[in-house]
């Protein structure tokens, strides 16, 4: 029986990846994004003809996630991918507004999302989410990043229990050459500060987002994990 999967965040980087990969394995996948254009551009860049749809929704409008979820009828799996809006910097110097938003954007949309799912999810199905490295490397200058990655994973295991027997994981990617770092990095220093964030990682390099697209795919399709957040890091977090 074809396989429906829902990835929210799925217009660009990891979530294109992952949508791409997934229909290419014969599922049929709709893409959630904020903005129409997008996500039509994402959905057409797909290969998969009827099984792809793309339905607009954002994590941060909790009422555009009840229609979609009402509008695309039963799903066998949620893969949450929306990277939110960041908030690196020291502490020290971090303006708390934009850690707020990133918690309402990552975190607490995460949730919303998982909430509005959950009457349309199949028992036997799963949940994936995507955190990021900062929460297991102890990197300076990125304590809001890590607090809110951090809160994302934490909450997989305890959901593992109390959504049994769907199944809940979470793929932690580490340095991923997408379009995120365009909201962070100044366009003339993206490609230094990507070399310098994985020099000395046993890797030597950014990750692609097919390499984090494919171990996404590994959650949806094995049936036989869940509770577990896989770093997908390049060995970052065993760099000295």
Do not use: Y
């Not at 003809?49 to 555009?64: I, L, P, Q």
């Not at 770092?181 to 020099?199: C, I």
């Amino acid at each position: 029986m074809t396989q429906h999967t829902v990835i929210i965040g799925g217009t660009a980087g990891i979530g294109l990846a992952a949508a791409r990969l997934l229909a290419a394995e014969g599922h049929r996948v709709t893409v959630a994004g904020r903005d129409a254009d997008r996500l039509k551009q994402a959905v057409d860049e797909i290969a998969g003809g009827e099984r792809v749809k793309g339905r607009v929704a954002s994590m941060t409008d909790r009422a555009s996630l009840d229609a979609f979820f009402q509008e695309s009828g039963t799903i066998d799996h949620l893969v949450v991918t929306a990277p939110g809006t960041g908030c690196p910097g020291t502490l020290a110097e971090l303006d708390l507004t934009t850690l707020d938003e990133a918690f309402g954007s990552k975190f607490l949309g995460a949730a919303h999302a998982i909430q509005a799912a959950l009457p349309h999810l199949a028992k036997t199905g799963s949940i994936t989410l995507v955190s990021a490295g900062s929460a297991q490397a102890a990197l300076p200058g990125t304590a809001g990043l890590a607090a809110v990655n951090g809160a994302v994973e934490t909450l997989v295991p305890t959901l593992a229990l109390e959504l049994a027997p769907i199944r809940v994981n979470c793929v932690s990617p580490g340095v991923v050459d997408t379009s995120w770092w365009n909201r962070v990095v100044p366009a003339d220093q993206r490609d230094s500060v990507l070399t310098d964030l994985t020099a000395g990682t046993p890797a030597g390099r950014a990750g692609r987002p097919e390499e984090i697209a494919d171990v996404i795919a590994l959650l949806v399709r094995n049936s036989f994990m869940t509770g577990t957040v896989i770093p997908v890091d390049g060995g970052m977090r065993l760099k000295g």
